[in-house]
Protein backbone atom coordinates (compact mmCIF):
# COMPACT_ATOMS: atom_id res chain seq x y z
CA UNK A 1 0.00 0.00 0.00
CA UNK A 2 1.32 3.73 -0.39
CA UNK A 3 2.02 5.25 2.57
CA UNK A 4 1.10 9.19 2.82
CA UNK A 5 3.34 10.51 5.34
CA UNK A 6 2.44 14.23 6.54
CA UNK A 7 4.28 16.63 8.73
CA UNK A 8 3.57 18.20 11.08
CA UNK A 9 1.21 16.63 12.84
CA UNK A 10 0.37 19.19 14.87
CA UNK A 11 0.49 22.58 13.76
CA UNK A 12 -0.37 25.92 16.06
CA UNK A 13 -1.11 28.92 14.11
CA UNK A 14 -1.99 32.99 14.85
CA UNK A 15 -4.93 34.23 13.22
CA UNK A 16 -4.39 35.88 9.90
CA UNK A 17 -0.40 34.18 9.42
CA UNK A 18 -0.27 31.27 6.69
CA UNK A 19 0.11 27.94 7.33
CA UNK A 20 1.75 25.05 5.53
CA UNK A 21 1.05 21.43 5.62
CA UNK A 22 3.41 19.05 3.55
CA UNK A 23 2.15 15.29 2.40
CA UNK A 24 4.81 12.93 1.01
CA UNK A 25 3.98 9.82 -0.32
CA UNK A 26 6.05 6.23 -0.48
CA UNK A 27 5.43 5.87 -4.51
CA UNK A 28 4.79 8.47 -7.68
CA UNK A 29 1.24 9.45 -7.51
CA UNK A 30 1.48 9.91 -11.41
CA UNK A 31 -1.21 7.65 -12.95
CA UNK A 32 -0.91 5.90 -16.49
CA UNK A 33 -3.51 9.13 -17.67
CA UNK A 34 -1.02 11.44 -16.36
CA UNK A 35 -3.04 12.91 -13.77
CA UNK A 36 -1.91 12.85 -10.35
CA UNK A 37 -4.99 11.45 -7.73
CA UNK A 38 -3.87 13.78 -4.30
CA UNK A 39 -6.65 14.95 -2.60
CA UNK A 40 -6.41 17.67 1.07
CA UNK A 41 -9.60 17.27 3.17
CA UNK A 42 -10.57 19.15 6.37
CA UNK A 43 -12.08 17.94 9.06
CA UNK A 44 -13.32 20.67 11.95
CA UNK A 45 -14.37 19.42 15.45
CA UNK A 46 -17.28 17.37 15.25
CA UNK A 47 -17.92 17.12 11.92
CA UNK A 48 -17.35 14.95 8.74
CA UNK A 49 -14.50 15.45 6.08
CA UNK A 50 -15.08 18.13 3.91
CA UNK A 51 -13.44 18.11 0.22
CA UNK A 52 -10.88 21.31 -0.39
CA UNK A 53 -8.57 20.28 -3.27
CA UNK A 54 -8.59 17.20 -5.91
CA UNK A 55 -6.16 16.51 -8.59
CA UNK A 56 -3.18 18.46 -6.15
CA UNK A 57 -4.80 22.03 -7.05
CA UNK A 58 -8.32 22.21 -7.87
CA UNK A 59 -10.18 23.90 -5.41
CA UNK A 60 -13.62 22.24 -5.14
CA UNK A 61 -16.80 25.01 -4.95
CA UNK A 62 -17.32 27.67 -2.34
CA UNK A 63 -13.61 26.32 -0.71
CA UNK A 64 -12.30 30.06 0.19
CA UNK A 65 -9.10 31.10 -2.36
CA UNK A 66 -7.00 31.28 0.82
CA UNK A 67 -6.58 27.59 0.67
CA UNK A 68 -3.97 26.25 -2.00
CA UNK A 69 -2.92 22.46 -2.89
CA UNK A 70 0.46 22.31 -4.53
CA UNK A 71 3.16 19.63 -5.72
CA UNK A 72 3.95 16.57 -7.63
CA UNK A 73 5.00 13.21 -8.14
CA UNK A 74 6.00 12.42 -4.07
CA UNK A 75 5.66 15.81 -2.41
CA UNK A 76 2.57 17.84 -1.49
CA UNK A 77 2.02 20.90 0.11
CA UNK A 78 -1.38 22.56 1.04
CA UNK A 79 -1.24 26.12 2.12
CA UNK A 80 -3.45 28.46 3.91
CA UNK A 81 -2.69 32.08 2.84
CA UNK A 82 -4.13 33.52 6.30
CA UNK A 83 -5.58 31.46 8.77
CA UNK A 84 -9.26 32.24 10.09
CA UNK A 85 -11.07 31.09 13.09
CA UNK A 86 -13.34 28.75 11.09
CA UNK A 87 -10.05 26.90 9.52
CA UNK A 88 -9.22 25.08 12.81
CA UNK A 89 -9.75 20.94 12.52
CA UNK A 90 -7.61 18.37 11.31
CA UNK A 91 -6.44 18.25 7.40
CA UNK A 92 -5.83 14.34 5.84
CA UNK A 93 -4.25 13.89 2.45
CA UNK A 94 -5.40 11.18 0.28
CA UNK A 95 -4.34 9.76 -2.75
CA UNK A 96 -6.52 7.70 -5.19
CA UNK A 97 -3.85 6.85 -7.71
CA UNK A 98 -2.90 3.18 -6.58
CA UNK A 99 -5.48 0.63 -5.12
CA UNK A 100 -6.25 1.14 -1.93
CA UNK A 101 -6.61 4.50 -1.54
CA UNK A 102 -4.51 5.53 1.80
CA UNK A 103 -4.84 8.86 3.80
CA UNK A 104 -2.04 10.76 5.58
CA UNK A 105 -2.17 10.78 9.35
CA UNK A 106 -3.60 14.12 9.94
CA UNK A 107 -2.59 17.41 10.62
CA UNK A 108 -4.35 19.26 13.76
CA UNK A 109 -4.33 22.81 13.00
CA UNK A 110 -4.98 24.97 16.14
CA UNK A 111 -5.14 28.52 16.91
CA UNK A 112 -2.04 29.68 19.33
CA UNK B 1 -28.19 19.47 -2.38
CA UNK B 2 -26.63 16.44 -2.11
CA UNK B 3 -27.56 14.12 1.03
CA UNK B 4 -26.17 10.94 2.38
CA UNK B 5 -27.69 9.87 5.58
CA UNK B 6 -26.19 6.76 7.09
CA UNK B 7 -27.83 4.24 9.43
CA UNK B 8 -27.91 1.24 10.95
CA UNK B 9 -24.55 1.69 13.65
CA UNK B 10 -24.69 0.39 17.21
CA UNK B 11 -23.48 -1.70 19.64
CA UNK B 12 -22.85 -5.55 18.74
CA UNK B 13 -20.79 -8.39 20.46
CA UNK B 14 -17.43 -9.99 18.80
CA UNK B 15 -18.51 -12.09 15.93
CA UNK B 16 -21.56 -10.16 15.69
CA UNK B 17 -23.00 -8.70 12.38
CA UNK B 18 -24.97 -5.40 11.45
CA UNK B 19 -25.93 -3.95 8.33
CA UNK B 20 -25.37 -0.02 7.32
CA UNK B 21 -27.68 1.65 4.71
CA UNK B 22 -26.69 4.99 3.25
CA UNK B 23 -29.94 7.16 1.91
CA UNK B 24 -28.43 8.89 -1.09
CA UNK B 25 -30.41 12.32 -2.30
CA UNK B 26 -29.88 15.45 -4.17
CA UNK B 27 -28.62 14.03 -7.10
CA UNK B 28 -29.02 10.97 -9.46
CA UNK B 29 -27.27 8.36 -7.18
CA UNK B 30 -27.18 5.72 -10.21
CA UNK B 31 -25.25 7.88 -12.09
CA UNK B 32 -21.85 7.58 -9.13
CA UNK B 33 -19.87 5.47 -8.09
CA UNK B 34 -19.83 5.02 -3.72
CA UNK B 35 -17.80 4.18 -1.10
CA UNK B 36 -17.52 3.48 2.31
CA UNK B 37 -14.58 5.07 4.88
CA UNK B 38 -14.24 4.89 8.45
CA UNK B 39 -12.48 6.32 11.26
CA UNK B 40 -11.84 4.78 14.63
CA UNK B 41 -12.46 7.07 17.63
CA UNK B 42 -9.57 9.95 17.78
CA UNK B 43 -7.94 8.15 14.38
CA UNK B 44 -7.76 9.19 11.30
CA UNK B 45 -9.70 7.81 8.16
CA UNK B 46 -9.67 4.75 6.46
CA UNK B 47 -10.88 3.31 3.27
CA UNK B 48 -13.10 0.61 3.96
CA UNK B 49 -15.06 -0.09 0.14
CA UNK B 50 -15.96 1.36 -3.67
CA UNK B 51 -18.53 0.04 -5.60
CA UNK B 52 -18.88 1.25 -8.96
CA UNK B 53 -22.17 2.63 -10.38
CA UNK B 54 -23.90 -0.94 -11.90
CA UNK B 55 -22.16 -2.85 -9.40
CA UNK B 56 -20.20 -4.50 -11.81
CA UNK B 57 -16.93 -3.44 -9.98
CA UNK B 58 -16.23 -3.91 -6.19
CA UNK B 59 -13.11 -2.95 -4.20
CA UNK B 60 -12.46 -3.73 -0.24
CA UNK B 61 -9.45 -2.78 2.06
CA UNK B 62 -7.44 -5.55 3.13
CA UNK B 63 -8.72 -5.71 6.78
CA UNK B 64 -12.01 -6.02 5.44
CA UNK B 65 -12.16 -8.53 2.71
CA UNK B 66 -13.86 -11.54 3.42
CA UNK B 67 -16.32 -10.13 5.75
CA UNK B 68 -17.88 -7.17 4.95
CA UNK B 69 -20.15 -6.66 1.36
CA UNK B 70 -20.40 -3.44 -0.27
CA UNK B 71 -24.16 -3.30 -2.77
CA UNK B 72 -26.44 -0.50 -3.57
CA UNK B 73 -29.83 -0.43 -4.89
CA UNK B 74 -29.92 1.88 -7.55
CA UNK B 75 -33.99 2.30 -7.83
CA UNK B 76 -34.01 2.56 -3.60
CA UNK B 77 -31.21 5.39 -3.77
CA UNK B 78 -29.26 3.48 -1.25
CA UNK B 79 -26.03 2.09 -0.49
CA UNK B 80 -25.55 -1.15 2.00
CA UNK B 81 -22.79 -2.49 3.92
CA UNK B 82 -22.99 -5.54 5.20
CA UNK B 83 -20.55 -6.54 7.98
CA UNK B 84 -20.11 -10.18 9.38
CA UNK B 85 -17.52 -11.16 11.81
CA UNK B 86 -17.21 -7.82 13.77
CA UNK B 87 -14.00 -7.76 15.64
CA UNK B 88 -13.14 -5.05 18.48
CA UNK B 89 -10.75 -3.26 15.78
CA UNK B 90 -14.22 -2.69 13.34
CA UNK B 91 -14.98 0.02 15.91
CA UNK B 92 -15.40 3.31 14.15
CA UNK B 93 -17.55 5.69 12.73
CA UNK B 94 -18.68 4.26 9.31
CA UNK B 95 -18.94 7.45 6.30
CA UNK B 96 -20.60 6.77 3.54
CA UNK B 97 -19.13 8.95 0.36
CA UNK B 98 -20.18 9.62 -3.00
CA UNK B 99 -16.60 9.33 -5.47
CA UNK B 100 -17.18 12.59 -7.49
CA UNK B 101 -15.39 12.86 -10.67
CA UNK B 102 -11.69 12.54 -10.31
CA UNK B 103 -12.61 9.50 -8.53
CA UNK B 104 -12.49 10.64 -5.07
CA UNK B 105 -14.96 10.94 -2.30
CA UNK B 106 -16.44 14.32 -2.56
CA UNK B 107 -19.86 14.89 -0.40
CA UNK B 108 -19.92 12.81 2.90
CA UNK B 109 -22.57 11.50 5.20
CA UNK B 110 -22.60 12.54 8.86
CA UNK B 111 -21.68 9.11 9.77
CA UNK B 112 -22.49 6.12 11.88
CA UNK B 113 -20.98 4.94 14.74
CA UNK B 114 -20.36 1.18 14.90
CA UNK B 115 -19.23 -0.66 18.58
CA UNK B 116 -17.95 -3.78 18.55
CA UNK B 117 -17.36 -4.83 22.58
CA UNK B 118 -18.17 -8.19 24.97
Known amino acids: DVVMTQSPLSLPVTLGQPASISCRSSQSLVYSDGNTYLNWFQQRPGQSPRRLIY???NRDSGVPDRFSGSGSGTDFTLKISRVEAEDVGVYYCMQGTHWPWTFGQGTKVEIK | QVQLVESGGGLVKPGGSLRLSCAASGFTFSDYYMSWIRQAPGRGLEWVSYITSSGSIIYYADSVKGRFTISRDNAKNSLYLQMNSLRAEDTAVYYCARVGYYDSPDYWGQGTLVTVSS
Open chain 1, 55 to 57: KVS
